[in-house]
């Protein structure tokens, strides 16, 4: 069973920094991009930023020059820098891999993390 789970969530001032990070795990042979997603109370779900299995980055305009994603060596871990944070930055969180493929599978599908709460505020 394939499981993202996410942490680094929390409570910070403006103009603050917090990291995210997200593990999938589940007999992955490969995952093609992972990215964050965040919803906001009473808005759609929103892309963040995006990571390839080759490195390429997407950011969002809202968070470009601020926040930063990456992936760890085992290339089932992301995380998110998220620098110089503004109250409106604030909504849950999600991790999302992107073709995730188990060594049983045929075909890769999309997995969601749980979210973790990030809230902006003095």
């Known amino acids: 069973q394939v499981q993202l789970v996410e942490s680094g969530g929390g409570l910070v001032q403006p103009g603050g920094s917090l990291r995210l990070s997200c593990t999938a795990s589940?007999?992955?042979?490969?995952?093609?991009?992972m990215g964050w997603f965040r919803q906001a109370p009473g808005k759609q779900r929103e892309l963040v930023a995006l990571?390839?299995?080759?490195?390429?980055?997407n950011y969002a305009d809202s968070v470009k020059g601020r926040f930063t994603i990456s992936r760890g060596n085992a290339k089932n871990t992301v995380y998110l820098q998220m620098n110089s944070l503004k109250p409106e930055d604030t909504a849950v969180y999600y991790c999302?891999?992107?073709?995730?493929?188990?060594?049983?599978?045929?075909?890769?599908?999309?997995?969601w993390g749980q979210g973790t709460q990030v809230t902006v505020s003095s």
């Open positions: 999302h891999a992107q073709r995730l493929k188990r060594f049983s599978d045929s075909y890769g599908s999309d997995y």
């Open positions: 589940g007999g992955i042979f490969s995952i093609d991009g």
């Open positions: 990571i390839t299995s080759r490195g390429s980055t």
